[in-house]
């Protein structure tokens, strides 16, 4: 019998924009959650501010359930922006990505976690096109070097179809990677119905982001993003799927949008409390 998702919420560093791990407890305190998705590459960049944070957590009581990891160059702008500059794919950021990537690794395994999460890139539709198999041979090099250390990796949705992501999973052949199944990204990029998609990833899923969103009316643009329980996607069939497919993994609060994050994320937890339990 897994836990209750209430039991498993936690919630993304970077959605509470902190200025430090201290500013990032006093955030957690005020949400009334003890369990946190860490954004890593302020501690790799900046150890004199996050250097303390495994020690200053400890003294809280916090625990991390999760890594993440950024890529250099991303460009949010547009659809086409993050197409072109997104994660591992760009040719002329693979090297520092790649550094970094080792670096993170380490890092990651110094604070004990087990998962990591990052945003791939756009993958390839298409076997045959030259970067399916660019990709898939970095994306393998990324995963043994968190594999050698114990540590598994997950995909965010979102950038691609399920059936694209599904296809790719399959031949990249790796059985520490997975996906970070978000609901409200498949809206945001319009690539799909998001209980469809997690039905389809459901044996891949290592973690859930709790995210909101309305899909746009002009293809090709950007979706909104909403607090939790006020967008498209249907919770309490994403709940009775996750507990369907009996995921016993995190459940991580995301909040990229809005400036009143904290409270968002306190309306998140609530509506988990109630749908989710």
Request: a negative charge.
């Amino acid at each position: 019998m897994t836990r209750p998702f209430k039991d498993r919420l936690a919630v993304c560093s970077w959605s509470l924009q902190p200025a430090s791990p201290q500013q990032l407890v006093e955030h957690l305190r005020a949400i009334g959650l003890s369990h946190v998705q860490l954004a890593l590459d302020p501690l790799r960049e900046n150890a004199p501010v996050w250097g303390g944070t495994a020690e200053l957590f400890s003294q809280h009581g916090i625990r991390v359930v999760s890594g993440m990891f950024g890529t250099t160059g991303e460009d949010y702008t547009s659809l086409e922006s993050i197409r072109r500059t997104g994660g591992l794919v760009p040719d002329d950021t693979w090297d520092e990505n790649w550094e970094n990537a080792q670096a993170t690794a380490s890092l990651a395994h110094q604070l004990g976690l087990k998962l990591v999460t990052l945003h791939a890139g756009f993958l390839p539709h298409d076997e045959s096109d030259p970067e399916f198999e660019k990709l898939q041979h970095r994306i393998r090099l990324v995963a043994d070097v968190f594999a050698a250390k114990g540590i598994d990796l997950a995909f965010e949705t979102g950038q691609e179809s399920a059936d694209t992501l599904k296809l790719f999973l399959e031949k990249l052949g790796r059985v520490n990677v997975g996906v970070n199944f978000d609901p409200a990204n498949m809206i945001l990029y319009d690539k799909g119905e998001p209980i469809e998609a997690l039905r389809t990833l459901a044996s891949w899923v290592k973690q859930c982001h709790l995210k909101d969103a309305n899909r746009t009316k002009t293809p090709g643009t950007w979706g909104e993003e909403v607090p939790v329980g006020t967008g498209q996607v249907d919770w309490q069939k994403f709940f009775a799927v996750l507990r369907e497919v009996q995921f016993a993994g995190p459940c991580c609060i995301e909040r990229e949008a809005g400036t009143q994050r904290v409270a968002d994320i306190i309306t998140a937890r609530k509506m988990v409390e109630a749908v989710g339990s």
